[in-house]
């Protein structure tokens, strides 16, 4: 397929997610036979030691849309989502969580903003950053209280205005895609962070749709991970002011 021929990839990165990612495999396919786009689903392991390789197996012949990035080690979200952005070859390109915790219905809205020219267009669960943005089902208070906490100090060294980095439902123009991601360095949870920041720094006009987000108690995020994001937040900071980044 040649890049011309397909309007959008879906990128989902998987870990362990045998039990989350045919339901959520299921739930895009269902999405797309209604609309009109080509597209192709990517499905990038990220070192599963779980059966989500045997059970992604088991539903490849489903659809010809469907392929898999099969990596043995296990690098991290930041790195398995830049892998699926590069090998992509959708106009635009969307990366969405093997939780389903914010559905593929929501693009409706970001085609909208696509069509008014930009170039990222991000969901966000917090209502500071668009009306309408909720957490349908909410993570618990402490989860809650943690990443607001962690949100204002994003906000006052990398990404200012932006209330909601973390939202794993993200879309971009080819070209801003490309760009971004084959400057990325952040591996883990803070590669949301530094691909926005990275997103302004080289002009690109961001966008941000309301989520109804459906939290999945079995999140791989952990509290030390909280922490790691607060130091590739720092990191972000850091490389931009000393132009570690090639831009």
Same mark, same amino acid.
């Given at each position: 397929?040649?890049?011309?021929? !397909?309007?959008?990839?879906?990128?989902?990165?998987?870990?362990?997610?045998?039990?989350? #990612?045919?339901?959520?495999?299921?739930?895009?396919?269902?999405?797309?036979?209604?609309?009109?786009?080509s597209y192709e689903i990517i499905v990038?392991?990220?070192?599963?030691?779980?059966?989500?390789?045997?059970?992604?197996?088991?539903?490849?012949?489903?659809?010809?849309?469907?392929?898999?990035?099969?990596?043995?080690?296990? =690098?991290?979200?930041?790195?398995?989502?830049?892998?699926?952005?590069?090998?992509?070859?959708?106009? +635009? =390109?969307?990366?969405?969580?093997?939780?389903?915790?914010?559905?593929?219905?929501?693009?409706?809205?970001? *085609?909208?903003?696509?069509?008014?020219?930009?170039?990222?267009? /991000?969901?966000?669960?917090?209502?500071?950053?668009?009306?309408?943005?909720?957490?349908? +089902?909410?993570?618990?208070?402490?989860?809650?209280?943690?990443?607001? /906490?962690?949100?204002?100090?994003?906000?006052?060294?990398?990404?200012?205005?932006?209330?909601?980095?973390?939202?794993?439902?993200?879309?971009? =123009?080819?070209?801003?895609?490309?760009?971004?991601f084959s400057l990325t360095e952040i591996?883990?949870?803070?590669?949301? #962070?530094?691909?926005?920041?990275?997103? *302004?720094? !080289?002009?690109?006009?961001?966008? /941000?749709?309301?989520?109804?987000?459906?939290?999945?108690?079995?999140?791989?995020?952990?509290?030390?991970?909280?922490?790691?994001?607060?130091?590739?937040?720092?990191? +972000?900071?850091?490389?931009?002011?000393?132009?570690?980044?090639?831009?």
């Amino acid at each position: 397929m040649a890049q011309a021929d !397909l309007d959008l990839s879906i990128i989902v990165p998987a870990y362990n997610e045998a039990e989350r #990612i045919p339901q959520t495999l299921k739930r895009l396919r269902e999405y797309f036979s209604g609309q009109s786009c080509s597209y192709e689903i990517i499905v990038v392991l990220d070192g599963p030691s779980d059966s989500t390789r045997d059970v992604l197996k088991g539903m490849s012949g489903e659809t010809e849309q469907f392929r898999c990035v099969d990596r043995t080690e296990n =690098r991290g979200k930041g790195f398995t989502v830049k892998e699926g952005m590069l090998k992509a070859l959708g106009h +635009v =390109r969307l990366f969405t969580d093997a939780d389903n915790s914010t559905d593929i219905a929501h693009f409706d809205m970001m *085609r909208t903003l696509f069509d008014k020219g930009y170039d990222v267009v /991000i969901a966000s669960r917090n209502p500071h950053d668009v009306p309408g943005a909720q957490e349908t +089902v909410p993570q618990a208070w402490t989860k809650r209280i943690l990443g607001r /906490i962690g949100n204002l100090f994003v906000q006052l060294l990398a990404v200012r205005g932006i209330w909601d980095t973390q939202c794993g439902f993200k879309a971009f =123009r080819a070209e801003a895609a490309e760009r971004i991601f084959s400057l990325t360095e952040i591996e883990g949870w803070g590669f949301d #962070i530094e691909v926005l920041a990275l997103a *302004r720094a !080289l002009n690109f006009k961001v966008g /941000i749709i309301p989520a109804h987000w459906v939290n999945d108690d079995r999140s791989h995020v952990r509290w030390l991970d909280y922490l790691g994001v607060l130091a590739d937040t720092i990191r +972000v900071r850091y490389n931009l002011a000393a132009g570690k980044y090639k831009l």
